[in-house]
Every structure is written in C-alpha cells, then in structure tokens.
C-alpha cells in the first residue's frame, strides 16, 4: 500500500515534470512558429513595398517617355500617379501634425483637397528634373511593425551628376494595399518637411487650422 | 626699427584670419543675445527663440540671394562648362580635406582620417582642381560641428547668421574652427594662394546656389513659409551629418522616430 503510495507519487511526480517539459517545448514551438509567422510576414511587406515602388518607377518613367512639356498633362498624369500609389488621408494626418485631432470634418476634407494640390504642384514643377535618371533599389528595410523603407538611387544616365540616395516610405499595413506616405531624398523626408512647416504656419497664425488651409490654397491658386 | 616694420600686413595671414573670424562669430552671438528671445508660446518651433530676429535676418538674406547670388549663380551655370565647374567644386572639397582628416582623427575614425589625407597630398599636385584618386567618393566629410556634438556638445539656438545662412550654436562654432584648417590659410597676405582662400568663400556660395538652382528656387518662391522650411531642412541635414558619422545605417533616425511616435498614438 505504501508502496502503491510511494508508486503513485513517483507517477505523479514524473507525469507533472513530464507535462512541464511538454509544456515547455510546446511554449518553444509556438515561440518558434511565431517568429518565424513574424518574420515570414515582414518579407511579404518588404516585397509587396518593393513590387509597388518598382512598379511606380516604371510608370515615372512612361510618363518621362511620353512627356511634352505640357503642364495640364503633366498635372493629369501626376495626379493618377498620385492618387493610385500614395497613401493621401495617411499623408493628411502626418502632416497636420497634432492639429489633426482639433480640426472638424470639414477643415479634414478641405486639408487633404488642399495638401493633394500643394503635393501634386511641387512633383509638376520638379517633374523635369527626374528626365535623364535611372532609379535603382538597392535595399528595404522594416521599419516598425507597418512601414517597409525601399532604399535606393537615382543615377544620372549621362554620369555628370552624382547619385542621389532616395528611400520610399511604404505602408503595409495588413488586409490593405501598400502604399507609399514619405521620400527621403539624401536623409531628407518630404513629409516630415511639409510638416515641420504647416506647424509652423499654424503656431504663427495662433492655432487656427483654418489659416494654413487658406495659406496652402492661395499659394496652390497663385502657382497655377 | 624691427618692431616699426611689423605692421598689419606683416602679420601672416593665418594669424589675423582666425582673429578676424573669431571676433566675427563673437560679435554675431553678441548680436544675438542682445535680442529679445521669443517667448515659447510664440515660437513656431522651440528650438527657435529668436525667431523673429532670426525672419528678418532671413529676409536680408533672400534680398541678397535675389540680387546677388542668384543672377551670379545663373550666369556661372550657363557661362561656365561642366568641366569648369566640377573643377571648382573639386577644389572647394580639397580645401575641406584637412578639416575632415582632423575631425576624423578626433572623432576616432582613422580610416576617414588616412583617407583625407592620402586625397588631400595626392589631389594637391593640381591644387584640387582635378581629382586625382580612383574614388573620390571615398571619404566622408567631417566637420567640427559633428566632432563637437560626438562630445556632447549641446545643440545650441537656432541662428540664421546674415550671409552665411541657417546655423544652430554648435554649428556655428564648428565652422570657425573648420576655417582654420584651410591649407590655403598658410600662404601669407598678397600671396596667390591668400587671395584664392579669400575668393573661396564666395565662390563657395555660388557654387552651392548653382549646384542647387532650382531646389533653392522652388524652396523661396513655393514654400508658404520659406523660412519654416529652410529650418526643417537645415535639421534634417545635420540630423543626417551625425547619422552618417556614426556610420549606422540600420539605426534609427531622427525621422523613424517622427514616425515611430504618429503610429503608436491612438487613431482618430
């Protein structure tokens, strides 16, 4: 009976070790998998980031190919470039910055109308200086959970000009299209400059969102 | 009669340039602790206390550039052929070598260090003006300012300087250091090579102007506030400067971090 007793606690004894160790291993396992599930998904953002700024570079450049000089075309071929690869009401929120939160809906409409023409008008006057350069991605890299950072370079076809370090902010977040929210251009981001400004202009005119609507739309009106 | 011929122009030149310089920077930062500071809540940006000094100064500054370096910088990019200016260029990047194998050296980075000078002693058989190396590329320009923030340096004030443009107060001291590592600093006043280091700094200004023409145009002309965006860039290239010494890609930059925090605040 003792021994039965004695029998059974070893049992027990080795049944409860044997259920930790199992637990354990299937705690490593799961750990394993699920770093492993990570690490898959970051490659498939890495590559769905690269496919789409690749895609967006072969598009630049049928339009470069095409290109007449006619500024309403230009805006027009911008504009579908524009809308079909970045991210718009993402590339809103940066930008406001903090005012975001305080502004109504309609300041929100109104600003994103407003920062889509302030952008598209800068990439229209600057279209020309793309003419004559070949981007090539040389690394990606994610950064966070849902942005992939495509690096690469613009290189001047006819070699006078050195190599200008460009990466392509991209979001991927899950269950949507990726698309692209920034540019850094030799360690400058477009958007982080777009916002560092607006901020500026609303802190100037007292808070008032409404000041660098009007302030964004008179220059996009003048620039026309 | 040995100390009545030891008049101004006597003195070397490399001693009455840093005097000159130094007193320049010390009266600048005289200038700009005499005026008032802005107070926090109207600032647009906190690292900006003489903000409104800082706008007036800026818009001396255009004036100068509409006037001035603009009409120069366009007439250089059309008169002068490409060779021409990647002369100039060339040369103005071999007056810096000294700076960067010092600051290189200071910095730890013997490698850049050895590198700049190898350039500077192979590239000074033209002066420069023809770059003589397989890979130009090759070094990494360092500055005082990088070496001054590597020891922790505070950033200082942001300071739009009337000519030379935007600046934070480490920066600033950095330069002056930097202008006296000028090899050219060494020739004595009315000497060729005095009056070449005199010319490299406005030739340095239009070189700069032409090389960025149009960015510098769309920037002034485009921008709804032209000096909120100068300050942004300005950052964000010296952010970049510092990055680039610590020779870390991978690491986060000051921009991840912008990012960073707009995807970890709560979505609305």
Sequence with gaps: ?224 | MAHKEMTMSSIPIVRRWPLWRGGFAVLLFGMLAACSSTPEANRSDLRDPYENTNRKIFAFNMGVDSYVLKPVADGYRSNVPDAGRRAIDNHLDWAGLPSTALNSTIQGDLENAALATIHFAINGLTLGFDDLTENPGAVEKRDFGQTLARANVPEGDYLMVPLLGAHSGRNLAGRVVDSLTNPLSFFQAGNVGSTMRTAQIPARAVAFRANNFDTINDIKYNSIDSYARTRSLYYQMRAGALRDRQNNDQAPSATDDQFDAFFDEPAK
């Design chain 1, 1 to 224: 009976m003792i021994c039965h007793e004695k029998l059974t606690s070893k049992q027990l004894f080795a049944f409860a070790l044997s259920f930790k160790s199992a637990r354990i291993f299937l705690a490593s396992v799961m750990l394993i998998w699920l770093g492993s599930q990570t690490s898959f998904a970051g490659n498939s953002q890495i590559d769905d980031a690269n496919k789409l700024v690749t895609q967006m570079m072969v598009d630049v450049e049928s339009i470069l190919a095409q290109d007449i000089n006619d500024d309403l075309a230009r805006r027009e071929n911008v504009s579908a470039l524009f809308d079909r690869y970045f991210d718009l009401p993402t590339i809103a929120k940066f930008s406001a910055g903090p005012y975001w939160r305080a502004a109504d809906a309609d300041q929100k409409t109104a600003y994103e109308t407003a920062i889509r023409d302030v952008i598209i008008g800068t990439v229209v006057r600057n279209f020309d200086q793309l003419s004559g350069l070949k981007f090539t991605a040389t690394d990606s890299q994610a950064k966070g959970t849902q942005l992939v950072l495509v690096n690469g370079t613009f290189t001047d076809n006819k070699q006078q000009q050195p190599p200008i370090v460009v990466g392509w902010r991209v979001i991927t977040a899950d269950n949507a299209s990726p698309r692209i929210l920034d540019v850094e251009i030799e360690n400058i981001s477009m958007l982080v400059t777009q916002k560092q400004e607006n901020i500026a202009i609303i802190r100037k005119n007292e808070g008032k969102f409404s000041a660098l609507i009007d302030a964004m739309n008179q220059r996009s009106q003048s620039n026309n």
